[in-house]
C-alpha cells in the first residue's frame, strides 16, 4: 500500500513569514495526526484528526498553528507568522479505525522547517 | 503529566555486542506500547508493539522487548546488534486504547561500529 505523503520536504523561511504543509494519509485510514518533532527529542502531538473533525488539540499554539482536513482525506498545517522556535521537522501520520488498529500510526517522511 | 523516559541518549556499540535500550512511562493505567525506529535518512517505522498478552514482545529485525508492569518499563533489546541497526530508536505510550495519541519519549541515537 502507498503510504503517507508530505510536502514539501523542505522548506526554509524568515521569522515572521508563513508556511504550509501538506499531508495526504495511507487511502481509507480515518485518522490523521500532527506532530512536531524539534531536533534532540521526540515527536509531540499537535493535532488529531478522526475524519474531518478534530479529536486533540491541546497542544497547538493556535494563535500561530492552524490546521484543516477538509473532506477526511488530506490535512494542511499552517504557520502565520513563524518564528524561530518552529524550526523543526513536521511529522504527519495516519491510523485505521477503532480498536487496536487505531493506536498503529504509519508515518510520512516529515517536512523539515527552518526558520531563519 | 503523562510521560515517556528513555534512559540513555547516544549509545555506541560494537558489532555483535547485546544491546538493551530502557523505556520508563509514567501513570499506572491501561497503555498500549511501542518502540519506533528511524534509519538515517528514513521516515519513523514501527519496530514493535505491545497491547495486552505476553509481556515479551518479538520485533521485526530481531528485535524484542519485555512490558514489566510493576516497573513501568518497557525495555528493547537485541542480543546481536548489526552494523544496519545504526539508528535513532523512539519509546512511545499510548493511554488511551482506541486513539492513535502517542507520547513519545526523546529517543536513543544507537551507533553501531562495524
Known amino acids: 500500500e502507498a503510504g503517507v505523503a508530505q510536502s514539501p520536504r523542505y522548506k526554509i523561511i524568515e521569522k515572521r513569514q508563513s508556511v504550509a504543509f501538506w499531508c495526504n494519509p495511507i487511502?481509507?485510514?480515518?485518522?490523521l495526526y500532527w506532530y512536531q518533532q524539534i531536533l534532540g527529542q521526540g515527536p509531540k502531538l499537535l493535532i488529531q484528526f478522526q475524519n474531518n473533525g478534530v479529536v486533540d488539540d491541546s497542544q497547538l499554539p493556535k494563535d500561530r498553528f492552524s490546521a484543516e482536513r477538509l473532506k477526511g482525506v488530506d490535512s494542511t498545517l499552517k504557520i502565520q507568522p513563524a518564528k524561530l522556535e518552529d524550526s523543526a521537522v513536521y511529522l504527519c501520520a495516519s491510523s485505521g479505525p477503532r480498536g487496536p488498529g487505531a493506536n498503529v500510526l504509519t508515518f510520512g517522511a516529515g517536512s523539515r522547517l527552518t526558520v531563519l | 503529566a503523562q510521560s515517556v523516559s528513555q534512559h540513555n541518549h547516544h549509545v555506541i556499540l560494537s558489532e555483535a555486542a547485546s544491546l538493551e535500550l530502557g523505556c520508563n512511562y509514567s501513570?499506572?493505567?491501561?497503555?498500549?506500547l511501542f518502540w519506533y525506529v528511524q534509519y538515517p535518512g528514513q521516515h519513523l517505522q514501527l519496530l514493535l508493539k505491545y497491547f495486552s498478552g505476553d509481556p515479551l514482545v518479538k520485533g521485526i529485525k530481531g528485535f524484542e522487548a519485555e512490558f514489566i508492569k510493576s516497573k513501568f518499563s518497557f525495555n528493547l533489546r537485541k542480543p546481536s546488534v548489526q552494523w544496519s541497526d545504526t539508528a535513532e530508536y523512539f519509546c512511545?505510550?499510548?493511554?488511551?486504547?482506541?486513539?492513535?495519541?502517542?507520547?513519545f519519549g526523546q529517543g536513543t541515537t544507537l551507533q553501531v561500529k562495524p
Open positions: 501513570y499506572g493505567g491501561t497503555v498500549n
Open positions: 512511545a505510550v499510548s493511554y488511551s486504547s482506541n486513539t492513535g495519541k502517542l507520547i
Open positions: 487511502s481509507g485510514h480515518a485518522t
